[in-house]
C-alpha cells in the first residue's frame, strides 16, 4: 500500500520468515555458524533458545538455506504439541512421500520408527544426511515426547549419527531439556538469541529498507532511538513500530519518518 510512497519495491518489515530479511547480528551469526557446524560435522543434536521474536524461526530458514543442497533430507515441523506417534508421522511424512495410515489408532510407533530408519539408512546410501528440525519446541508438555526424541539419536553407526536433531524454542525449553539428563548430554551445542542493542536495532531497519529497495533515508536518525526503546531490541516488535509509522507517514504525506511519527503509533497501539 505504501511501498511506492517510500520508493520500496516490496515491505520490509513483515513478520514472515523470510531469509532475505535476515539482519545477522553477532549473535545470530555465531548461532547460525555453530547450527550449520552442527549439522554439516554430525554431531548429533544442538539447541536454539531465544526470546518470542527474536528471529529463531527465520534463523532456521536461513539455516534451510544453507544446507539445500542434495546432500541433505530436512524435516522441518512446525507443531509438535501431538502425541509421540503423531510427531513421527509426521518426521517420516516430511522426509519422504509416502502413504502411512491417517486414522491414529492404525498408528503404531513401532511401525514407523522401522520406516525412519529405512529412511536413514536408504539416505546415507545416497551420500545424503538428514536432520530433523523442531521448531517451538517449548510447547511440548510430555515428557515421554522428549524421551521419544532423544531415543531418536540412537540411529548411529559407530563412527557417525544417522541423522542430526535441532530443537528451538523459547527460553523456557532449557530446564525442560535439563530436566531430561540423557537428552541434554546429548545436545553437543547449544545457542541462544537475546534482543538486540541500540546500534542494532538502527542496523536491523536500515538492513530491511535496503533489503527492500531504499534509496533514500526514510526513518530520521531521532526515531531509532525510540524504536529501540520502545521495542526493546526485539525484532518483531521493531517490526511492528516500523510497519506502522511508514503506513502513517504515508497517510500524512511526509518525507521522512520522525519521533514525532513515532510517538502518535506507540500512543495508538498503547506502547
Known amino acids: 500500500m505504501y511501498e511506492s510512497y517510500w520508493g520500496l519495491r516490496e515491505k520490509p518489515f513483515q513478520n514472515t520468515p523470510d531469509p532475505r530479511f535476515l539482519y545477522l547480528s553477532s549473535q545470530h551469526e555465531e548461532s547460525l555458524t555453530r547450527l550449520i557446524y552442527t549439522v554439516r560435522e554430525r ?33 522441518f515441523i512446525t507443531n509438535p504439541q501431538v502425541e509421540y506417534v503423531e510427531l513421527l508421522r509426521a518426521i517420516v511424512r516430511n522426509l519422504k512421500d509416502i502413504a502411512l495410515p491417517i486414522k491414529k489408532d492404525e498408528l503404531s510407533a513401532d511401525y514407523l520408527l522401522e520406516t525412519l530408519n529405512d529412511i536413514l539408512i536408504h539416505n546415507m546410501q545416497d551420500g545424503r544426511d538428514t536432520v530433523i528440525i523442531v521448531d517451538e519446541a517449548h510447547v511440548i508438555r510430555d515428557e515421554k515426547i522428549f524421551e521419544g526424541l532423544r531415543l531418536l539419536l540412537n540411529f548411529q553407526l559407530r563412527d557417525r549419527f544417522l541423522l542430526t536433531l535441532l530443537l528451538f524454542g523459547q527460553p523456557e525449553l532449557l530446564p525442560m531439556i535439563e ?93
Open 179 to 271: 530436566s531430561n539428563k540423557q537428552l541434554e548430554q546429548r545436545i553437543a551445542m547449544k545457542c541462544h538469541l537475546g534482543s538486540l542493542n541500540e546500534k542494532e536495532t538502527k542496523e536491523y531497519v536500515l538492513h530491511r529498507l535496503n533489503v527492500a529497495g531504499a534509496q533514500r533515508p526514510i526513518f530520521n536518525d531521532d526515531a531509532f532511538k525510540l524504536i529501540f526503546e520502545h521495542s526493546g531490541g526485539i525484532p518483531r516488535r521493531i517490526n511492528k513500530i516500523c510497519d506502522l509509522s511508514l503506513l502513517s507517514g504515508y497517510g500524512k504525506g511526509v518525507l521522512n519518518v520522525d519521533r514525532h511519527i513515532i510517538e502518535e503509533e506507540l500512543a495508538s497501539f498503547g506502547s
Open 43 to 75: 554431531m548429533g543434536a544442538a539447541m536454539l533458545t531465544g526470546v518470542f521474536g527474536c528471529g529463531k524461526t527465520v534463523l532456521g530458514q536461513a539455516l534451510l538455506d544453507e544446507i539445500s543442497t542434495d546432500r541433505y533430507k530436512v524435516a
